[in-house]
């Protein structure tokens, strides 16, 4: 099985699903394209939640410097990214792979995230509330299905909004898979008891 973490925007919370994902799969994790903070990046973040034995952590494609949308962090870095270049990593094991932004973030000035997801690969679109969160979500979730693309379901991140999310739910008719709370912090201990929590679900998939 392999999945793809997507998030409506930056910064709701995709990389923390991607290691609950990836612990409850005992999966392979792999961030095709990372921008800026190579010291400490998503898959560096992943690796600390992740307390399972059996995980492999794949490297970037491309590892660009610049924290910045990746078609300029590339240019700035002088690089092109090319999706001929991105090798997806050969694995026996499930394989959780994490986006960059959201689905329509460009990585050259043709090609967007969207374009990394394959026809084998089944989408998990990560949504957290805000104002605006419902026209994002909807949107990202009509670009997929555009494309035909394989959307497992939906994450909820962060608070409950039970309004925001029956109207996402009902409008997309796209599964549920779970809700991650804003905690004070997430560790490889917290990261396990989420797991527990979606691995039956996530298991289902197959």
């Excluded at 043709?110 to 374009?115: A, K, L, N, T």
């Excluded at 898979?177 to 039956?200: H, K, M, S, T």
Aim: proline share 4%.
């Amino acid at each position: 099985m392999k999945l793809f973490i997507t998030g409506i925007g930056t910064d709701v919370g995709k990389t923390v699903a991607a290691a609950i994902v990836t612990e409850a799969l005992e999966a392979d994790y792999w961030k095709p394209i990372q921008a800026g903070d190579l010291e400490d990046s998503d898959t560096h973040k992943v690796q600390r939640r992740v307390s399972n034995t059996k995980t492999q952590f794949h490297p970037n494609a491309f590892a660009l410097h610049t924290p910045a949308s990746p078609h300029y962090a590339a240019q700035i870095d002088g690089v092109s990214i090319e999706l001929a270049q991105i090798h997806e990593p050969q694995t026996d094991n499930h394989l959780v792979i994490e986006g960059a932004g959201g689905v329509f973030v460009p990585i050259n000035t043709s090609d967007c995230v969207i374009d990394l997801i394959r026809a084998d690969y089944q989408v998990i679109v990560v949504s957290r509330h805000y104002l605006g969160s419902i026209n994002h979500t909807l949107l990202t979730v009509e670009a997929l299905q555009a494309r035909h693309l394989n959307i497992a379901g939906i994450i909820f991140s962060g608070d409950e909004n039970p309004s925001t999310e029956s109207i996402i739910l009902h409008k997309t008719a796209v599964p549920f898979l779970g809700r991650i709370n804003n905690e004070p912090y997430f560790d490889a201990n917290v990261v396990r008891d989420y797991a527990e929590q979606f691995r039956d679900t996530l298991l289902q998939l197959e």
